[in-house]
């Protein structure tokens, strides 16, 4: 991945946002030659089986050796090992072990080829085995057979009833469901509770509200706004946030499925029109153009600039510069128009870090069984509390009351309910596209793009995906 640093977070978002151009040959290149010639169909053959009842209900044989492997990335593998010994309750006779790696693809594409997978694989990282790569492959088990089993909790609830809105959309190709993506990711604005309270400033709920205060901010001395400017994604969340806010989802949608001038809305001008303000107006931090995600983020944390658009991996990537006292809160991006098509508090949420089983596992039941262990209230509380993030698990974090940040990120969830902004054309469907879009993004703001040539940009690189033949295309109704 040529333009992405060491990652640091262990989200699959969190990824994508650092590298998503060169990550995206999904559908091409050695890996699929090489999964291709074990991927075999859809069974997994000599996978172990033993009775099936109402707590074991995928069969697992109870003394089958379980195979976890875990992205070690800024989640870490403690949660994994706190879920493995939960499993071995159930299991007692079974060796579950867990092994953690930063090269995902480097020691188990090998495996994949050979037909000797691991039971369960948290496939994330920069060194993550492109997903599309594998469902193409036919190498992964279809998880409907775990959405449909009753949860570990209450076997009258299904697992699938136990999960937030949307989090499975991520994970689904063709209308089936292969990656269970496991953290819960919101984005929006921070800001230090702490520092406001001290200045007596309150948090914008609209745009207007915002060039209000931006020059209460930079008159003390802040910058009103920082990003990543060396990775202009950063800077795209609130872009298209905004897009989807004023426009609705429908919009989103419509650029996603590549129709025809999708860009040349008015929700896009509008988006764009705000960006420029704030550019043309000062109120970003100087040498932000130039500035990495952790370079941006420390400088929010140093009081430099008041607001930062970032998803929740927020605390638990700077946990360890992050300044005694400070109250990092999130919040939803204000209001653009008055007019907006969503309403206040709606967000950008989405499932990351894809857990996968493959379908040549040796212990095919207990991957999907430990899956479902993952999913109990008991392990998400303890990912809640061991990470400072969200899992995908209704109300994981509703009993953590230690971290300010994962308390506000927990709230506005609650409070966007089912308000919830999706895009993928620009995340990690189309390679091409993206680059062009990052890079007017870039453009736009140091400066030297105005809205109307963003626009004619962006479009011209959907229109050419659009046009060739040669490259797959994905499609969405919701």
């Not at 990775?231 to 996603?256: E, F, R, S, T």
């Not at 550019?279 to 500035?291: F, I």
């Not at 303890?382 to 300010?404: E, H, P, R």
């Amino acid at each position: 991945m040529p333009f992405s640093p060491k990652p640091s977070g262990a989200e699959i978002s969190r990824r994508q946002l650092l590298s998503r151009a060169a990550a995206l040959a999904v559908l091409a290149g050695p890996t699929a030659g090489l999964l291709s010639a074990c991927a075999g169909g859809g069974s997994g053959g000599s996978s172990a089986s033993g009775t099936k009842s109402a707590t074991n209900p995928f069969g697992v044989a109870t003394d089958a050796p379980l195979d976890v492997v875990i992205f070690d990335g800024g989640f870490g593998d403690a949660y994994a090992k706190y879920d493995v010994n939960l499993y071995k309750k159930a299991f007692p006779s079974a060796n579950a072990a867990v092994k953690s790696t930063q090269k995902i693809s480097d020691q188990l594409q090998p495996r994949f080829a050979n037909g000797t997978p691991p039971d369960v694989i948290d496939d994330s990282g920069d060194n993550q085995i492109k997903p599309g790569t594998l469902v193409t492959s036919n190498a992964l088990t279809d998880l409907q057979p775990l959405l449909d089993a009753p949860s570990y909790d209450d076997p009258n609830v299904k697992v699938r009833d136990t999960l937030l809105p949307g989090v499975l959309d991520v994970g689904t190709y063709n209308g089936k469901v292969y990656l269970l993506n496991y953290s819960y990711t919101a984005y929006g604005l921070w800001y230090n509770k702490k520092l406001f309270d001290s200045k007596g400033w309150t948090p914008p709920k609209t745009w207007n509200d915002f060039k209000t205060l931006a020059p209460q901010i930079k008159a003390a001395g802040i910058a009103p706004w920082v990003h990543a400017g060396k990775y202009p994604y950063y800077m795209g969340v609130p872009i298209m946030d905004w897009i989807g806010k004023a426009g609705g989802n429908q919009v989103l949608i419509d650029i996603d499925n590549l129709k025809p001038n999708a860009w040349r809305v008015d929700a896009v001008k509008a988006s764009l029109n705000a960006v420029v303000d704030m550019v043309h107006n000062g109120w970003v931090l100087p040498g932000a153009e130039g500035m990495s995600h952790i370079e941006s983020q420390q400088a929010f944390l140093d009081g430099k600039a008041a607001f930062i658009p970032v998803g929740t991996w927020f605390e638990n990537e700077m946990r360890k510069t992050i300044p005694a006292g400070t109250e990092l809160t999130l919040v939803a991006m204000p209001d653009l128009t008055d007019k907006d098509a969503q309403p206040y508090g709606t967000l950008r949420a989405e499932a990351g870090e894809p857990f996968i089983v493959p379908v040549k596992a040796k212990n095919q039941a207990g991957g999907l069984e430990f899956l479902r262990v993952m999913l109990s209230k008991d392990a998400a509380k303890n990912f809640a509390q061991a990470t400072s993030s969200l899992s995908i698990v209704k109300g994981s974090a509703d009993s953590v009351t230690t971290s300010t940040a994962l308390t506000s990120a927990n709230k506005a969830v609650q409070a966007a309910g089912e308000n919830l902004l999706h895009y993928r054309s620009v995340t990690d469907w189309y390679p091409t596209l993206i680059n062009e879009w990052e890079a007017a993004t870039g453009e736009l703001m140091a400066g030297r793009f105005t809205a109307d040539q963003w626009i004619d940009k962006v479009q011209a690189a959907a229109d050419k995906v659009a046009g060739d033949s040669s490259i797959q295309k994905y499609h969405r109704d919701k």
